[in-house]
């Protein structure tokens, strides 16, 4: 019996030549939309559970290979900032870019773009799918990781999804696309395993940065939800390394654009100071985006 098989699509591999004559590159294809069919390049390496030994030796196997060690040696690396905006813009503001822009047309006939007015951030918005798109990190530019989402209904009340592994999807999913990696705990699920305000990376999700290009993070709710508030945990793996997380964010529901604007970073501790209180800490931690007046 002779079984036809349907050809594979081609996956495009982005491969750049590092200083020290090595490749390094990762699978590239088509960006999928949130729960939707995808290319076999955008789908994260099956899951195998791993024994905590295993999951640690993973970890430290990244330490020892990751592409940020060049940051420690190299001068010009120093306060680097990369958001996916035009860098031969006319503006040099960054904060020009994160605004909504309208194209007008001046009196000669040539178009012109205006920061629009047609944006704010809405009251108690309600839809089905969440979507943040990452724009830039703290520094790191290769790597970015959240350690936790904290999402509240119209109510106050936390949402807890019903099924995490299917309701929750990230593009790109996590390290592990790349080719050196295959067995790294830090996966999208860890954004909603209720264990945020910590500095384990067994709770924290990391996938490569790539500057120009949009890092999503998909959440398909459990019905039409309205949304009172946001918490997002920044990467606080330590002070060195929250400088993977997340700087400039986009918050869209069902395509609608909720936010736009820069999240703190991180604190790289969990325990608060001496004259702190325990919920300074947590401030340290996490950005609240609030969608409500209601105390």
Not at 50 to 66: C, G, I, P, Q, V
Not at 107 to 115: A, Y
């Amino acid at each position: 019996v002779r079984v036809r098989t349907r050809p594979q699509a081609p996956i495009a591999v982005n491969i750049t030549k590092r200083e020290d004559g090595k490749h390094a590159g990762a699978r590239q294809g088509a960006r999928r939309k949130p729960f939707s069919s995808s290319s076999p390049a955008q789908q994260p390496k099956p899951r195998i559970n791993r024994t905590l030994t295993e999951k640690y030796k993973s970890m430290a196997y990244f330490d020892r290979t990751n592409q940020s060690r060049r940051l420690d040696d190299d001068d010009s690396m120093t306060d680097v900032h990369f958001v996916n905006v035009d860098d031969k813009a006319e503006s040099s503001s960054l904060d020009g870019h994160f605004k909504l822009k309208e194209v007008i047309e001046s009196t000669r006939g040539k178009p012109l773009s205006i920061p629009s007015s047609l944006f704010s951030i809405p009251t108690l918005p309600a839809g089905d799918i969440l979507s943040f798109n990452i724009l830039s990190t703290w520094g790191d530019p290769y790597y970015v990781g959240l350690m936790g989402i904290d999402l509240f209904d119209g109510t106050g009340h936390p949402i807890v999804l019903d099924d995490v592994e299917r309701q929750l999807v990230a593009d790109p999913p996590d390290i592990n696309i790349l080719p050196e990696y295959s067995d790294d705990p830090r996966t999208v699920d860890n954004l909603m395993d209720g264990v945020n305000h910590t500095c384990d990376d067994l709770h924290a999700w990391l996938a490569p940065f790539t500057p120009g290009r949009n890092h999503t993070v998909s959440v398909k709710l459990n019905g039409r939800t309205t949304i009172s508030m946001i918490r997002v945990w920044n990467y606080n793996k330590s002070r060195i390394h929250s400088y993977r997380g997340v700087r400039y964010l986009e918050i869209s529901l069902d395509d609608q654009m909720i936010f736009k604007g820069e999240v703190k970073r991180a604190a790289g501790e969990i325990m608060p100071s001496r004259d702190a209180s325990v919920a300074d800490g947590v401030d340290a931690c996490s950005e609240c985006i609030l969608f409500t007046v209601d105390s």
